[in-house]
């Protein structure tokens, strides 16, 4: 099925004009319409703005006396034009979260067929590798080899940098599954840039190799681990908890099949539900993964700059909550802050890490819905300039597959003890959480003892409630209630109790519902077959399904103009091109 259509939001706070009027007044020109400032200085911007709150952002560049250039949908921004002389006041109107340069920067392909020049760009994974001391862990020979990562997102695209053999599709649960040239892939971008930071690699090599930037080939942060995808989400980032639910409990329930290892979650998923953890089934389910020997890791939010409290799962207190890092153009932490878009918590449940998710350069999936949104995050071709606490997260689960690939019996309770204890707290340690992870200082102590105490979770909380503000919507009217995505009862007492005991799913169906459109990659998977089956309750086919609940990024680097990729490309909502390799796990 198409899931073109709007991302509708629900707008969770007022725009108070007049007090913003009145805190530019001071700056803006006496003619709007003049080419000039007062100072005659401008400056191009991007302003990005809290969940919702695009209209109220444009407002505000027009009260500056600036010109909006683009809208940006997926950050509810703006690149614009404004008076130099405007930024500051710009930058504390309710409602606008950031205001940064809209910068032209240095190219980064040395070779563009070959990789790029690791060592020449604050926010490449190899900066990143160093900040975080993963550097001295390859060197060491500790890739992630034998450690499988489960990626809950849009899908992953194949890319140049992941298709060495790494990769493998589990189920496909979005609105797109039972669409051929869809399932699987990412049409939104957001799940290859996270796969990118995980497990991307040019060329399957040595530890050695990796650590030697003189290769010029671009890697992630564990790129010897293997990424299980399971895609949730259509190409424009809908996907409702139940799906991610499902997907969680596909997890628990096969992450151990024959041939399979997964040990690491990663979610960059949340929402703004004020349910308490102890009843939220969201929460529920990662806790049930936890429980099951795989550690969680959740992106904290980016609604720093209007909520504190963490999103849902990040909320719950098993789960690695994950904050972005701003290493400030240095490899130390000594000198880093926490991001101003990232969602801090509460006394009662705060972040537990942070790491660095500032102006990340991944990989680019062409033509996909936020490639097409903005173009002036595109580096040197193949690369895309993402800042959010998704690729934070992203960083921690490559770490922690580091971590597991040399101590494969660690507890999820001990992983994040030691990760914890071992890191690097940043000058400015306010909401930093225990800082920033230092994987070989974690690998260098070991094992460490102890656990986390029972949260007494029952799961048995609303599903409605779990949603928060945000919806996917058909056209015609938002799914809510006490229902999955087929329209189907959901008792929460009752899913929780099978989760439990991790038979959710039976063959192909969760919670009554069969599921279909979703193949296998290379593996047999027992017990579960996805073809041949129908949708029951509600069809998806006809209906457009809309409403991103991602935790977001701000788009933002700099523009390419030149060779362009050749052979995969998008085209409407139609992937051709490059196909997964199919290689098999050794």
């Known amino acids: 099925m198409s899931s073109t259509g709007r991302i509708r939001r629900r707008t969770r706070w007022g725009f108070p004009a007049l007090a913003a009027a009145a805190a530019l007044a001071a700056v803006v020109p006496t003619s709007t319409g003049s ?14 703005g809290t969940s919702g709150a695009l209209q109220q952002v444009e407002k505000a560049v027009r009260v500056t006396g600036g010109h909006v250039t683009k809208v940006l949908k997926v950050v509810d921004g703006v690149s614009a034009r404004v008076p130099a002389s405007s930024v500051p006041a710009l930058r504390s109107v309710p409602g606008v979260r950031s205001v940064t340069p809209d910068a032209v920067g240095h190219l980064m392909g ?3 067929s070959l990789g790029y020049d690791v060592t020449g760009d604050e926010g490449s994974l190899w900066d990143i590798g160093n900040i975080t001391r993963a ?15 489960a990626l809950i997102d849009s899908g992953v695209s194949p890319v140049q940098g992941l298709t060495s053999g790494n990769v493998v599709d589990g189920p496909d649960l979005s609105f797109e599954s039972q669409t051929p040239q ?9 799940g290859t840039h996270m796969a990118s930071i995980i497990v991307g690699r040019d060329v399957a090599e040595s530890g050695s190799r990796y650590a030697d930037p003189s290769t010029h080939h671009f890697h992630g942060i564990a790129p010897d681990a293997r990424l299980v995808s399971i895609k949730v989400a259509s190409n424009t980032g809908a996907t409702d908890v139940s799906q991610v639910i499902a997907a969680i409990d596909w997890v628990v329930q ?14 960059s998923y949340g929402t703004d539900s004020t349910q308490d953890a102890a009843l939220d089934p969201l929460d529920y389910a990662v806790e049930q993964a936890w429980r099951a ?7 904290a939010g980016n609604d720093g700059s209007s909520r504190e409290a963490l999103a849902d799962p990040a909320n719950d207190p098993l789960v690695i909550a994950v904050g972005a890092d701003d290493p400030n153009n240095s490899d130390s932490v000594s000198d880093d802050s926490v991001a101003s878009f990232s969602q801090r918590g509460t006394a009662a449940r705060h972040i537990d890490l942070i790491a660095p998710g500032v102006h990340v350069l991944g990989l680019r999936d062409p033509g996909s819905r936020i490639d097409q949104a903005n173009p002036g995050a595109v580096v040197g071709g193949r690369f895309f300039r993402a800042s959010g606490t998704s690729q934070s997260a992203a960083v921690v689960s490559g770490l922690t597959a580091l971590y597991l690939s040399r101590y494969p019996s660690a507890s999820p309770d001990q992983v994040k003890r030691i990760l914890m204890a071992t890191a690097e707290t940043p000058g400015n340690n306010r909401y930093a959480g225990a800082g920033v992870p230092n994987i070989k ?17 029952t799961g048995t909380g609303s599903l409605e409630a779990s949603r928060g503000s945000v919806h996917v919507n058909d056209g015609t009217s938002d799914l809510t209630g006490e229902q999955d995505i087929f329209g189907h009862s959901f008792d929460s007492a009752a899913m929780a109790a099978a989760e439990a005991l991790g038979n959710t799913w039976t063959g192909g169906s969760w919670n009554g519902n069969t599921w279909t459109g979703a193949t296998w990659s290379a593996n047999t998977w027992t017990g579960a077959t996805w073809s041949g089956a129908t949708w029951s309750g509600n069809t998806w086919t006809g209906n457009t399904w809309t409403g ?18 050749s052979g995969n490309t998008w085209t409407g909502a139609t992937w051709s091109g490059a196909t997964w390799s199919g290689a098999t796990w050794s």
């Not at 550097?135 to 990562?149: P, Q």
């Not at 020997?293 to 992106?299: E, L, T």
């Not at 523009?559 to 990729?565: D, S």
């Open 35 to 48: 080419t000039t400032t007062t100072n005659g200085e401008w400056q191009r911007v991007i302003v990005s």
């Open 441 to 457: 200082a974690a690998i260098q102590r070991g094992l460490p003892s102890g656990t986390q105490a029972p949260t007494g979770a």
């Open 135 to 149: 550097r001295d862990v390859w060197n060491a020979g500790y890739t992630g080899s034998g450690v499988d990562v």
């Open 182 to 190: 869809l399932s699987h892939l990412d049409g939104f971008g957001h």
């Open 254 to 267: 096969h992450a151990h099949d024959p041939g399979f290892n997964i040990r690491v979650l990663n979610l």
């Open 548 to 565: 991103a609940t991602w935790s977001g990024n701000t788009w933002t680097g700099n523009t390419w103009t030149g060779a362009t990729w």
């Open 293 to 299: 020997g795989i550690v969680v890791v959740v992106a």
């Open 110 to 112: 040395v070779d563009p």
